[in-house]
């Protein structure tokens, strides 16, 4: 103390600056985006979590212009807007490991506080697993549409925003009657339904993720997809990371590789038999739930199309 000697005005003016910084530097370290995995942006009530670290200098300010672009990728290829109306929607973008998705993550916690449990239920059980996305993409949708996982090492990001935002808008936008068929806490829960529903909602989801990736080029679509499903074939990349799974995890894919082959044939299928146009008009039915039933759905398509070519599709 005596070092210091008596109190003046620039030792009074030192100990404040001292103080403000020691205090502002313990608030920022206890601040939940300094805590977090993740840096947040948000537009409304949409927001985009983007894992630190992510390469090509990937942050949230951009993972919300990459959600913006998806969206106006599929108003242009179907003329219906996905988040219109400003739901709450959550997308999480990973830097090649689903690790940073446990829920004691700050971030994560903050914007999920308000969720019913069952919405937040699969993206824990999600967090846990070794290797996550589909096999298609390397996504994980929410089952209620409220969020989706994406992984940014893993694919090129624009068509993988554009299958996670085709995935959930199609399943928030379930008309009622459909939402009651698939809905496993429901009365009228009926499985095969909701399998049918599942495979179409896959087949859109490949549809325009696909024509993302080709740059939308529909008619032309039906031979790539062909090629595209060559990577399904049982010397394809993508048998083999269905392979690698299994011996990693012990768990069969609920849609394995046949699985996801089925539904590219049938996307090739309606482009062939309904043109790029019905296509397209059926792609914007199921994003934005403009249909009774599937059923309905289905017969605005050229070519006869009903419940049954799905089941033949899913070899039922």
């Not at 530097?25 to 993740?38: N, R």
């Not at 009622?176 to 495979?199: G, I, N, Q």
């Not at 993302?212 to 595209?228: V, Y």
Request: charged share 20%.
């Amino acid at each position: 103390a005596a070092a210091w000697g008596s109190p003046t005005p620039l030792k009074v003016a030192l100990l404040a600056t001292v103080s403000l910084v020691l205090g502002g530097l313990a608030a920022w370290v206890l601040l939940d985006s300094t805590q977090s995995s993740f840096s947040m942006a948000e537009s409304g009530d949409a927001a985009v979590l983007v894992e630190k670290g992510a390469s090509g200098g990937f942050y949230a300010r951009k993972g919300l212009e990459l959600l913006e672009e998806a969206a106006l990728w599929i108003e242009s290829a179907t003329g219906r807007r996905p988040l219109a109306d400003g739901r709450r929607f959550t997308a999480i973008m990973t830097a090649g490991s689903f690790a940073s998705l446990a829920p004691p993550d700050p971030l994560i916690t903050e914007r999920f506080s308000g969720a019913d449990s069952p919405s937040r239920l699969p993206l824990r059980r999600f967090a846990r697993t070794m290797r996550g996305g589909e096999l298609a993409f390397p996504v994980f949708p929410s089952p209620d549409g409220s969020y989706a996982v994406i992984d940014l090492e893993a694919a090129p990001p624009l068509p993988s925003m554009v299958h996670a935002l085709v995935h959930a808008e199609a399943s928030f936008r379930r008309p009622p009657a459909v939402k009651a068929l698939t809905d496993p806490f429901s009365d009228r829960f009926d499985p095969e339904e909701t399998a049918r529903w599942r495979f179409v909602d896959e087949t859109v989801a490949l549809l325009l993720s696909e024509l993302a990736a080709l740059g939308g080029e529909a008619a032309q679509a039906s031979a790539a997809f062909d090629r595209a499903a060559s990577r399904y074939a049982e010397d394809g990349p993508v048998r083999d990371e269905h392979r690698l799974r299994l011996a990693l995890t012990g768990t069969v894919e609920e849609k394995d590789a046949d699985y996801y082959l089925a539904a590219y044939g049938f996307a090739a299928r309606l482009l062939a038999v309904a043109g790029s146009s019905g296509t397209l008009g059926f792609c914007a039915r199921v994003v934005s739930g403009d249909y009774d039933g599937l059923e309905d759905a289905l017969a605005r398509l050229e070519g006869g199309f009903g419940p049954g070519d799905v089941d033949s599709a899913l070899g039922f």
